[in-house]
């Protein structure tokens, strides 16, 4: 039988933890490059005690704990979290096993939580997120793929009726919004990070600062104090 979705993304990264970090420093170069424009953003406004949602081998994790914050990161991929520990040297006690959908932490525990390059890999990116705003006292911090001209013309098509049309018609079957992983990137179950900002407009955040950077767009949102 087929695995579910997270079942199969969580086996995707397992079984890819050993050779994670060299795929991505390969065929994710740009993001490298623009982590150089909102790692410091975020610590500088991140507070002091952050948690990092899906940290996978502790690439961004590394550098708040250099940056000397008070910092923990969670996944659902053993491997990845052992290459976090091994490699990067990550204290086990600042990593935890866990899905993101339901994270295990009380109300207000981190001055910010933040997600990097994950949540198209999420079943539920709603869920997540409202798990995010439900674990930071202050702020929610998000990094991911922007859709671009893709998702307006997806959303106009959509609107008039037109996109499964289409895509049927050219693909020969409708758009699942699920796509399989390839050799480069994990499984993906379609989301743009422009569709960040409405939700966590919904969960009452105030949008503070959109950094837009090639191919993706960094989200700084903060909870309203009244
Ligand atoms: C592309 S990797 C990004 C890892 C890291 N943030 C980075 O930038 O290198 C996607 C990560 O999402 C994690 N992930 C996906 N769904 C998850 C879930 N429901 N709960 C926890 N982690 C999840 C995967 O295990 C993987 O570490």
Redesign the pocket.
């Known amino acids: 039988m087929k695995p579910d979705f997270?079942t199969e993304?969580?086996q995707h990264?397992?079984e890819r933890a050993a050779r994670?970090d060299h795929d991505?420093e390969t065929c994710d170069q740009q993001?490298f490059v623009n982590f150089e424009v909102v790692i410091p953003y975020l610590l500088q406004h991140g507070g002091d005690r952050i948690l990092?949602?899906?940290?996978?081998?502790?690439?961004?994790l590394e550098r708040l704990l250099a940056a000397g914050k008070d910092a923990y990161g969670?996944?659902?991929?053993s491997g990845?979290l052992r290459v976090a520990e091994t490699k990067r040297r990550i204290p086990s006690e600042r990593l935890s096993k866990?899905?993101?959908?339901f994270l295990n932490f009380p109300d207000d525990h981190f001055d910010s939580v933040c997600?990097?390059?994950?949540l198209h890999?999420?079943?539920s990116p709603l869920r997540?997120l409202k798990e995010m705003v439900r674990c930071a006292k202050r702020s929610v911090f998000v990094?991911d793929s922007a859709g671009g001209w893709r998702r307006r013309t997806k959303k106009t098509l959509d609107a008039l009726g037109l996109y499964q049309v289409i895509y049927s018609k050219l693909r020969g079957q409708p758009d699942s919004g699920y796509r399989p992983a390839n050799e480069t990137?994990?499984p993906v179950k379609v989301f743009y990070v422009e569709d960040v900002i409405p939700i966590l407009e919904h969960e009452r955040l105030r949008i503070v600062k959109v950094i837009r950077v090639p191919g993706n767009l960094f989200v700084h949102a903060e909870k309203r104090t009244h």
């Open positions: 997270k993304v969580q990264f397992d994670y991505t993001d990092e949602v899906a940290t996978g081998t502790g690439i961004v969670q996944d659902f991929s990845l866990g899905d993101a959908e997600v990097f390059r994950s890999h999420m079943d997540v990094y990137e994990g």
